[in-house]
């Protein structure tokens, strides 16, 4: 069994700062990235940035500039600093975990419960 846990979310005014943290615990074997996805009410759920276990990051254009991902593999925990927030970030963020369980497992995708971000003008 492998549980993600989001923490961090919040009210936070436009132009703060949050930081959001996802440790994945359980029978994991290797992560290949873990990331976070947010979705606002009536929309899809989008992607806001993954890295890798190299370190590798991808982050969405909307946020690049603002939001930073980084990870403890030590610790197969995520980060996300999200600075200069803006009320069109208001969403439930998501943490994404894709690893294996033992060698040889096909790679598993797992997400956390939601941390709520809202953003006030």
């Known amino acids: 069994q492998v549980q993600l846990v989001e923490s961090g979310g919040g009210l936070v005014q436009s132009g703060g700062s949050l930081r959001l943290s996802c440790a994945a615990s359980?029978?994991?074997?290797?992560?290949?990235?873990m990331g976070w996805y947010r979705q606002a009410p009536g929309k899809q759920r989008e992607l806001v940035a993954t890295?890798?276990?190299?370190?590798?990051?991808n982050v969405a254009d909307s946020v690049k500039g603002r939001f930073t991902i980084s990870s403890d593999n030590a610790k197969n925990t995520v980060y996300l600093q999200m600075n200069n927030l803006k009320p069109e970030d208001t969403a439930v963020y998501y943490c994404?975990?894709?690893?294996?369980?033992?060698?040889?497992?096909?790679?598993?995708?797992?997400w956390g419960q939601g941390t709520q971000v809202t953003v006030s003008s």
């Open positions: 359980g029978t994991i074997f290797s992560i290949y990235d």
């Open positions: 994404n975990a894709v690893f294996r369980r033992y060698v040889g497992d096909r790679l598993q995708n797992y």
């Open positions: 890295i890798t276990r190299g370190g590798g990051a």
